[in-house]
């Protein structure tokens, strides 16, 4: 059966496509990396590193969901995470620069053998949906906490941003995370929607609230974060709880917003 034949493109095509890829990069660096420059901060790194990382992540994100979007013929993008960098703001407090780098190595070569051989799906359905959502979500409550803990600091400031922050989403919620530069309520609406579908399937909500506690009090054992022994008592408690862990196709989870602001 012969191939649809594609469209030719016209030059009144490309306005919406062109403004919803600009609107989609405002919105993903106005959440994102205030975020990333706070881990920079963090890391105790300099302007020339700050300025590297940006710009090589930038460039990477760019090239490669260009090419990939333009082989496969739909949105891909690679390498950008909300809540992965607010995860960085907290890891790297604790580990060194050289470590994370390393880790970031090790991690990277682990997901290109996941995907050659073939079972990064097999892997994924042994984590429940709800278990996954609350190891996002606890990750994540630090930085809302952190968003109205600065009302002690400066009350009129933090109160003013809070406001402005209503204001915005109430008019264009796609904009509001990028006219207000307070990183915990860029992550409201993931952290919202993590919660939301933790405890949405009633058969693995304990486990998925056990998850999001034990990832929220951030417990750090044999140098290793909270991220990991979160997933860990989490995976555990639903295997306790449940019996087993899913082996099928896992239910549709909720859009958390997980790889944008």
Not at 15 to 20: D, F, Q, R, Y
Not at 159 to 181: D, F, Q
Not at 214 to 221: D, F, H, K
């Given at each position: 059966m012969p191939s649809p034949a594609v469209p030719a493109l016209c030059l009144r095509d490309?306005?919406?496509?062109?403004?919803?890829?600009?609107?989609?990069?405002?919105?993903?660096?106005?959440?994102t990396f205030i975020l990333v420059f706070q881990a920079a901060k963090v890391a105790g790194l300099g302007p020339q590193l700050t300025a590297s990382w940006v710009g090589s992540v930038s460039i990477g994100v760019g090239l490669t969901g260009l090419l990939l979007s333009w082989r496969y013929r739909e949105p891909i993008i690679t390498a950008w995470s909300t809540p992965a960098a607010a995860f960085l703001v907290t890891a790297l407090a604790t580990t060194p620069w050289a470590e994370a780098v390393g880790a970031f190595l090790l991690s990277a070569a682990g997901f290109v053998m996941l995907g050659l051989s073939g079972r990064f799906e097999r892997v994924i359905r042994r984590v429940p949906p709800g278990v996954a959502a609350g190891l996002l979500a606890g990750i994540l409550l630090q930085f809302g906490i952190k968003a109205f803990a600065g009302l002690d600091v400066d009350p009129l400031l933090a109160?003013?941003?809070?406001?402005?922050?209503?204001?915005?989403?109430?008019?264009?919620?796609?904009?509001?995370?990028?006219?207000?530069?307070?990183a915990g309520l860029a992550l409201l609406g993931t952290l919202g929607g993590s919660l939301a579908t933790a405890v949405a399937d009633a058969r693995t909500r304990?486990?998925?609230?056990?998850?999001?506690?034990?990832?929220?009090?951030?417990?750090?054992?044999?140098?290793i974060g909270g991220a990991f022994w979160g997933l860990v008592i989490g995976l555990l408690?639903?295997?306790?709880?449940?019996?087993?862990?899913?082996?099928?196709?896992?239910?549709?989870?909720?859009?958390?917003?997980?790889?944008?602001?």
């Open positions: 490309l306005p919406h496509p062109v403004m919803a890829g600009l609107v989609s990069v405002i919105v993903n660096y106005g959440g109160g003013g941003l809070i406001l402005a922050y209503v204001v915005l989403k109430r008019v264009s919620a796609r904009y509001a995370v990028v006219g207000i530069p307070l304990e486990a998925a609230l056990i998850t999001f506690l034990a990832a929220a009090a951030n417990i750090t054992l044999f140098g408690a639903h295997l306790l709880l449940n019996g087993r862990l899913p082996a099928g196709p896992q239910p549709a989870v909720a859009d958390t917003g997980a790889g944008r602001p």
